[in-house]
């Protein structure tokens, strides 16, 4: 069974940092492309970050490109995102997801994401 654990959200002051973790099971962690996703209240799921299974390749969307940074530690299974400077309009919840498509690949749309995370609550006060 395929599971996606996100730890490490909170609340933060705008122009702080938190990192996100995200812990998987079940799946070849290893060679699976992850991804970093969030919500904000009414409004649609938005890709942030992905990763591909080595590391190698990193995407980021422009909203929090030069902020955010993807990560991976594939020896403990677990994902990360960096995130600084954060800004109020950063408020969401954050999930994580993971691909099984080529894993060499980093992908950008939800839809190429098979495996998610509950999700973790990121607040940004002003």
């Known amino acids: 069974q395929v599971r996606l654990v996100e730890s490490g959200g909170g609340l933060v002051q705008a122009g702080g940092s938190l990192r996100l973790s995200c812990a998987a099971s079940g799946l070849t962690e290893s060679s699976t492309g992850m991804g970093w996703f969030r919500q904000a209240p009414g409004k649609e799921r938005n890709f942030l970050a992905g990763i591909n299974w080595s590391g190698s390749t990193t995407s980021y969307a422009d909203t929090v490109k030069g902020r955010f940074t993807i990560s991976r530690d594939n020896a403990k299974n677990t994902v990360y995102l960096q995130m600084n400077s954060l800004k109020f309009e950063d408020t969401a919840v954050y999930y994580c997801?993971?691909?099984?498509?080529?894993?060499?690949?980093?992908?950008?749309?939800?839809?190429?994401?098979?495996?998610w995370g509950e999700g973790t609550q990121v607040t940004v006060s002003s």
């Open positions: 997801a993971a691909s099984r498509a080529n894993p060499w690949f980093v992908f950008t749309t939800a839809d190429d994401y098979h495996y």
